[in-house]
C-alpha cells in the first residue's frame, strides 16, 4: 500500500457537477475519505455528494466518520443487499451525472476492466452514461504489471472514463518512496470537469 508523500495546498478547481457519486474501495487511502468528503462541502456546497464504500474500504473508514462529514446520510456499501426494496445498480447508475473512484485498488480495477458486475456499484459503473475518473491507488512497482497495463488501456478506451495516473508516494509496509500513490482529489476534479465537459459537448 502507497500513501502520498504530502497533500498539497486545498486548490479548488471549477466543478459543476451537481450530483456526484464517490465510490472508495480498499486502497489505504479510503482513510482520508472524511476528510476529503469535508472539504467537498466546504468549497462545493451545491454539489450533493453520495457515498459507496466497498467491503474492503470499511477496513479503513467508519461509516459513521463518512456519514458525518457527508452530509448524505450513511455510505451505500457495496454488496446486494439481502431484501432490497429498490434495484440499486440501477439507481447508481441513473443517478450521478459525475462518478469518482478513489482510490481504485487493482483488483478493483481488473474486474471493471473485465466487464464484471457481481457487486451493484460495479453494475452500475458498467452501465452509467455518467463520466468517470479513476484513480488507481497500488502497492510498489504495481504500476510495471502487465496485466494492470492492460486492464488501464482497456478502460482508457471507454468514452466515458478518465483513468488518472498514480503519484509518488510511500509505501506503508517498506517506507520506500515510489509510483502507487492515487491522484489528490483536486487533480481528480479537475480531470473529471474536463471529461464532463467533453462529454456533453460530444453529445450536443
Known sequence: MTAPLSPPA????????????????????AMLLPNWL?????????????SVL?????????TTAVAAVGGGG????????????RALHVHLAAWPDAVLVHPAT??????????????????AL??????????????????????YQRHILELSERENVTVLPPVNGTSVTTGQEGIGSAAFL????SALEDLRAWTQHDAS
Request: a positive charge; charged letters at 15%; one cysteine or more.
Open 10 to 29: 486545498a486548490a479548488t478547481p471549477p466543478f459543476h457537477g451537481k450530483r456526484l457519486l464517490y465510490l472508495t474501495t480498499g486502497g489505504i487511502q
Open 38 to 50: 469535508s472539504w467537498l462541502r466546504t468549497h462545493y456546497p451545491h454539489t450533493e455528494v453520495r
Open 54 to 62: 466497498t467491503p474492503s474500504a470499511r477496513r479503513f473508514v467508519g
Open 74 to 85: 450513511l455510505p451505500t456499501i457495496d454488496v446486494w443487499p439481502d431484501e432490497p426494496d
Open 106 to 123: 487493482m483488483h478493483f480495477i481488473a474486474r471493471l476492466s473485465l466487464g464484471l458486475a457481481d457487486t451493484p456499484a460495479l453494475l
Open 126 to 147: 458498467q452501465c452509467t452514461r455518467a463520466p468517470i475518473v479513476i484513480c488507481p491507488s497500488l502497492p510498489p512497482d504495481g504500476h510495471h504489471n502487465p496485466a
Open 186 to 189: 483536486p487533480h481528480a476534479l
